[in-house]
């Protein structure tokens, strides 16, 4: 089975700062891999889909890169409304077909 | 816009089954799942069915004991669960693919989901 590791499960940053979450997947997935965002109590989010991908709407502070096993999302120039929880999840022909990382928890400084 | 329903309290080892109404999307040109939340836990695939049902997938966790389809007349998806266990407790999601009639692919619309309380 695939595992996705995600890394840091909680990161620290103040409004203005740069972050980044990294994703790492036990084989290699090509760039069949999403990021969402989570906010307490709300249904997970979108962000961006095949390693690099922005969805339609999210602002151009997010981004994301990689390939094959290890991935990065980056958020530049954090606003109060990026404070929330990220997942991966990567998305192939392996078993199980989806699987989601642990979540990484980005909160204020 | 997806809009689940049916979830509630349930004993552990009886059956519940959930239900997801679309709109505002051609529905039967997607694929659509239903991804599962644990009480302050992370987010875990139950299950997918292909645009027109004829593929689908079960996380091993769920295999033999939940049951997905579609009614595309209907806008709608269900998800029949049997022999409910208390790990089986959680916010069910229903959600949608991202590409129309795709394959393997993101989910870009997620319904608010419908609470699973297995309990005795």
């Known amino acids: 089975d695939i595992q996705m590791t995600q890394s840091p499960s909680t990161l620290s940053a103040s409004v203005g700062d740069s972050v980044t979450i990294t994703c790492r997947a036990s084989?290699?997935?090509?760039?069949?891999l999403a990021w969402y965002q989570q906010k307490p109590g709300k249904a997970p989010k979108l962000l961006i889909y095949?390693?690099?991908n922005l969805e339609s709407g999210v602002p151009s502070r997010f981004s994301g890169s990689g390939s094959g096993t290890e991935f990065t999302l980056t958020i530049s120039s954090l606003q109060p409304d990026d404070f929330a929880t990220y997942y991966c999840?990567?998305?192939?022909?392996?078993?199980?077909?989806?699987?989601f990382g642990q979540g990484t928890k980005l909160e204020i400084k | 816009q997806l809009v689940e329903s049916g979830g509630g309290l349930v004993q552990p080892g009886r059956s519940l089954r959930l239900s997801c109404v679309a709109s505002g999307f051609t529905f039967d040109d997607y694929g659509m799942h239903w991804v599962r939340q644990a009480p302050g836990k992370g987010l875990e695939w139950v299950s997918g069915i292909s645009w027109k049902g004829g593929r689908i997938h079960y996380a091993d966790s769920v295999k033999g004991r939940f049951t997905i389809s579609r009614d595309n007349a209907r806008n709608s998806l269900y998800l029949q669960m049997n022999s409910l266990r208390t790990e089986d407790m959680a916010l069910y999601y229903c959600v949608k693919a991202r590409t129309a009639a795709g394959g393997i692919d993101a989910f870009d619309i997620w319904g608010q989901g419908t609470m699973v309380t297995v309990s005795s």
């Open positions: 095949k390693a690099s």
């Open positions: 999840q990567q998305y192939s022909s392996y078993s199980p077909m989806y699987t």
């Open positions: 084989q290699s997935i090509s760039s069949w």
